[in-house]
């Protein structure tokens, strides 16, 4: 299985891969699984809405996010605010990839599977989409979800190759719904894109799928079955 993903051979999916990334790089965004939340949409108060009673000192935290976009947070002396406000922005970050704008950039981060591929091998290494077990931070890593076998798999490999760990709330547990229902034709014309490109020679094509569904194949949430116990 592939790590690095091309772009699936659809006219319509390649437009949306070939789509220019249209934000500026800010200082706090130390990886790549997350997007660049703009400036104004962290000072905007509607965004801020229960955020507060998570911080101690949450203008202090918002303050330093601000500060963050100008100068480097590394210059902060306060250790602990440094993590709040990686903190904040990851929080800010889960609403602003629901909104308009952030659906777009993680269009293309999904298509060009920047969040892994599923590793079942009958989903043909389709790119999977974040998703957070919990929208309470500390409770659990990102995770990813397949549109083809509809599973979540927990960490994403991802973060594990490159030492990362983001956390699952930076995007929450109904992204991928979110994200779905924002591009309804998404997930039919990508399953449809992945069948069309395999072919018999496959690694992942099921052309003994009569040998592998035979009883000395079968599996029970992964440990073989043992049929003279059974029978």
Known sequence: MTTSQQP????WLQ???NSSEDSMDYPIVNT???VNVPLDFIKD?????DLPELFTNFEAVLQGLEFSYEADTEKLEDASLQVEIGLLYGLLHAR????DQGLAKLSRMFLAGKFGVCPREGCKDCPLLPIGASNVPGVSPLGGYCVYCKDVYLPLSH?????ELVDGSFYGSSFPQVFLSRYPKLES?????LDA????DSPTYYKDIDTKLSKENMHLFGFKINWGLVE
């Open 8 to 11: 699936p051979n659809d006219s």
């Open 189 to 193: 014309k990508l399953i449809t894109s």
């Open 15 to 17: 437009d949306s891969y």
């Open 159 to 163: 973060d594990v190759l490159k030492g």
């Open 96 to 99: 602003f990839v629901t909104t």
């Open 45 to 49: 108060t509607f965004n801020h809405a």
């Open 197 to 200: 490109s395999t072919n018999s």
């Open 32 to 34: 790549d699984l997350l």
